[in-house]
C-alpha cells in the first residue's frame, strides 16, 4: 500500500511569489492535515480538510489557503510568499473518524523562500 | 500557556537506561494521545497511542495518561542508540491534532 505522497520535495521561490504544495493521501483516507516545521521547530498546525470541506485551520495568515479534491488529494497554496515561510511543510492523512485518529505523515516538501 | 508543552531537551541517556519523557496538554477536550518519533531529516512516524487512564505497554514503550492531570508521559526501557530521535506528543482533540515541540533524546553507547 503507497504512503502519503507529497510532491515537489524541494521548492525554492522569491518573495512575493507563490506556492503550491501537492498531497496524496493514503487509499482509503479521507482527511488531509497540513503541518509547517520551520528548522528546530515544532509542527505547526496549518489546515485539516475532511471529505473535500476545509474542518479547521491553524493560526496563520489568510494568504496560506488550500483546497481538497473529490479523490481526496489535496493542495496548499501561500501567496505573496515571505522569507520566514521557509520551511518543511508536511501533509498528513487519516482513516475517516475512528477512535485513534492516527495521522501518517508524508516526507514532506521543503520550501526555500529567497 | 501553549497548547502542548513537553520537557526541554535535549535528553541525553546512556545505552540500556530508561529514557522518561513528559507532557502536558491545555484541551480538556483530547480524547486520544500520540507519540510520534521524527529522526533528522525524516518525518514522523507514529510509535505509541493512548486513549484511556493508565498504562499501555508495547514493547520497551510505555506511555502513561492522566486525564484529570491532563499529562502523558512516555516510558523507554532499554534505550538503544537507534532511539536517538525526537519525540513529539500529540493529544488529539475534536477539530485537530496539536504538537508539542518535541523532545531531542540522545542515546549514548
Known amino acids: 500500500e503507497a504512503g502519503v505522497t507529497q510532491s515537489p520535495t524541494h521548492l525554492i521561490k522569491t518573495r512575493g511569489q507563490q506556492a503550491t504544495l501537492r498531497c496524496s493521501p493514503i487509499?482509503?483516507?479521507?482527511?488531509v492535515y497540513w503541518y509547517q516545521q520551520a528548522l528546530g521547530l515544532g509542527l505547526q498546525f496549518l489546515l485539516w480538510y475532511d471529505e473535500g470541506e476545509e474542518r479547521n485551520r491553524g493560526n496563520f495568515p489568510p494568504r496560506f489557503s488550500g483546497r481538497q479534491f473529490p479523490n481526496y488529494s489535496s493542495e496548499l497554496n501561500v501567496n505573496a510568499l515571505e522569507l520566514e515561510d521557509s520551511a518543511l511543510y508536511l501533509c498528513?492523512?487519516?482513516?475517516?473518524?475512528?477512535?485513534?485518529?492516527?495521522?501518517?505523515f508524508g516526507e514532506g516538501s521543503r520550501l526555500t523562500v529567497l | 500557556q501553549k497548547e502542548v508543552e513537553q520537557n526541554s531537551g535535549p535528553l541525553s541517556v546512556p545505552e540500556g537506561a530508561i529514557a522518561s519523557l513528559n507532557c502536558t496538554y491545555s484541551?480538556?477536550?483530547?480524547?486520544?494521545f500520540f507519540w510520534y518519533r521524527q529522526y533528522s531529516g525524516k518525518s514522523p512516524e507514529l510509535i505509541m497511542f493512548?486513549?484511556?487512564?493508565g498504562d499501555k505497554e508495547d514493547g520497551r514503550f510505555t506511555a502513561q495518561l492522566n486525564k484529570a492531570s491532563q499529562y502523558v508521559s512516555l516510558l523507554i526501557r532499554d534505550s538503544q542508540p537507534s532511539d536517538s530521535a525526537t519525540y513529539l506528543c500529540?493529544?488529539?482533540?475534536?477539530?485537530?491534532?496539536?504538537f508539542g515541540a518535541g523532545t531531542t533524546v540522545t542515546v549514548r553507547a
Open positions: 484541551d480538556r477536550g483530547s480524547q486520544s
Open positions: 487509499s482509503g483516507h479521507t482527511s
Open positions: 500529540a493529544p488529539r482533540g475534536d477539530y485537530k491534532l496539536s
Open positions: 498528513a492523512s487519516s482513516r475517516p473518524l475512528t477512535l485513534t485518529g492516527e495521522l501518517f
Open positions: 493512548i486513549y484511556s487512564n
